[in-house]
């Protein structure tokens, strides 16, 4: 297609002392094959000097704006407001993406004209190594069926959004943390999803920084977030999630890591659907790694060798 002809899609990235993983990232957008980009860069006030070091990377798509700290819902927000495209999505400013990332969630939207949001597979980079690839499809009806769970139909920043579908829709600044999950979720409510299964995308997990965070004040935002969900569903709201119900007990490794073993239980159900049973069986290894003595860390290994009836009975019970 004619580069001319491509419809303009705006990528939109918060940057927040993203340090030496900022240009990285940059650079991942100006290689994708489908070139009719907007990049809006909102600088949310980084001290670490990584923004200056975009001064070397020369390309007029490239829209850089600065403000003051205000958080990443405000800087994505101001993105927005500056957006041109037909289609929008979003790149977080530590994170890697494939060459044909856009080219082929375009093609998907444009596929399927009634589609607000087409998310993509994606796979978790640790200690520069690429793990747990999520690689199935999920057309409109299951994406309802997660959204109904409150559960992201896929990992949030992967969506592309379809402008005149999402027009006015914004971040709520009052939920930090948790602003992407509110936002798929506002927009599942009311519009149809559907997932690629191609692994387009490259989510970093800074490990080394995970036990630095108390979890509680983003466990909470969750909170917050699902209260408003079922308020806007006209659903009885549990009692754990009562307004003023403490959060409480023992942090577990679980929520420290925003639960990461689920992604990679996730991501071993997928491979073996694809048939791809060894590279499964090496994905639950990798994540009995994270913590060899904390037995939730197991179960994506068991999910790679069990016979798939046992993993649905397991999984239906709740133990996942």
Known sequence: MNATRQPLVTVVMAAYNA????????????????????IIIV?????DGSIDALEDVRDSRIQLHRQQNGGRPAA??????LACGEFYTVLDADDLCHPERVEKQVAALQEHP????????HDIVMDERRL?????AKGPEQCRADIARFTMPGHDPTAMYRMS?????RYDEGLKYVEAYDY?????ERLPMMVIPDALYSYRVHVASIT???????????RVALRRAYERRGLRLPAELAEGAPVTGRLRNRDHDNNLAASFMESVLSLRRCGRRGHAVSTGLSCVALHPTDLHYLKALVYSIAPMWLVARLRSSGSA
């Open 212 to 222: 630095r965070h108390d979890p509680r004040k983003r466990m909470e935002m969750v």
């Open 76 to 81: 994505m927000n101001r993105a927005l407001d």
């Open 165 to 169: 579908a999402v027009a006015g829709l």
């Open 114 to 121: 009634h589609v607000a949001a087409v998310f993509c597979g």
């Open 184 to 188: 798929v979720m506002r927009v599942g």
């Open 19 to 38: 340090g030496a993983y900022l240009t990285p990232a940059i650079r991942c957008l100006l290689a994708q094959t489908y070139t009719r980009l907007q």
């Open 132 to 136: 747990a690839p999520i690689v199935w």
């Open 43 to 47: 600088d949310d006030g980084s001290t």
